[in-house]
């Protein structure tokens, strides 16, 4: 999976609680993407990252926040856990060529919120 | 909002037959992509055409792209059972940067 992983792969939490999860990549890409996947949806994008320290929201945004501390870790935090939540997390991370974006995807975290 | 639809949304066919999967979408583009899943994997990046190429191959995969119709069709020749998957268009509107719109996907099954 081009170097990217995800950690938890799994996580079955309660609601009200907070979640991190994290995606960590060895390809040194400025780009990094946090999706969700739910039936019906597709993929939506939560959050992005241009640079260390710079995000922005993606169109999924509320009840998320991000951070990036150094190039090769992007963490996704839910502060409060809702069952509207519950999905399929996946990260991306992208070289960005001129204007070629293709993303390379981590395996995803099966997130369950009760 | 959902940017790319894929139709049809399921589709099953013979080991050996083509497979043709089309997206629509709504807004101009830079490029579109496609993208398979595997059951339980994560995406893996098929091919990319920019806003002015209208065709291009990749091993046994075609991609079209008419912008005055905004829509692609990706073919599949000489399907094979590990073709089975889920694939997705990507559109990136935006110029690179922020993030993918991503199709609802089409369900591809191989019969072998």
């Known amino acids: 999976d081009a170097g990217i992983t995800q950690s938890p792969r799994h996580k079955v939490t309660e609601t009200g609680t907070p979640v991190t999860l994290r995606c960590h990549q060895t390809?040194?890409?400025?780009?990094m993407y946090w999706y969700r996947q739910d039936p019906g949806h597709g993929l939506r994008l939560i959050h992005y990252?241009?640079?260390?320290?710079?995000?922005d929201k993606g169109e999924v945004s509320d009840g998320y926040s991000v951070s990036r501390s150094k190039t090769e870790d992007f963490l996704l935090t839910l502060e409060s856990a809702t069952s509207s939540q519950t999905s399929v997390y996946f990260c991306?991370?992208?070289?960005?060529?001129?204007?070629?974006?293709?993303?390379?995807f981590g395996p995803g975290t099966r997130l369950t919120v009760l | 909002s959902q940017q790319g639809e894929e139709d049809p949304q399921a589709l099953s066919i013979q080991e050996g037959e083509n497979a043709t999967m089309n997206c629509s979408y709504k807004?101009?583009?830079?490029?579109l992509q496609w993208y398979r899943q595997n059951s339980g994997r994560g995406l893996v990046h098929l091919i990319l055409?920019?806003?002015?190429?209208r065709e291009k191959h990749s091993g046994r995969l075609r991609v079209t792209l008419d912008t005055s119709k905004k829509s692609s069709s990706l073919l599949i020749t000489a399907s094979r059972a590990a073709d089975t998957a889920s694939y997705f268009c990507?559109?990136?509107?935006?110029?690179?940067?922020?993030?993918?719109?991503f199709g609802k996907g089409t369900h591809l099954i191989i019969q072998p």
């Open positions: 991306a991370i992208s070289a960005l060529r001129a204007t070629d974006n293709e993303q390379f």
């Open positions: 390809e040194n890409h400025r780009y």
């Open positions: 990252s241009y640079g260390v320290k710079d995000t």
């Open positions: 807004t101009s583009i830079n490029n």
């Open positions: 055409i920019r806003s002015n190429e």
């Open positions: 990507a559109t990136d509107s935006g110029g690179g940067a922020d993030g993918l719109t």
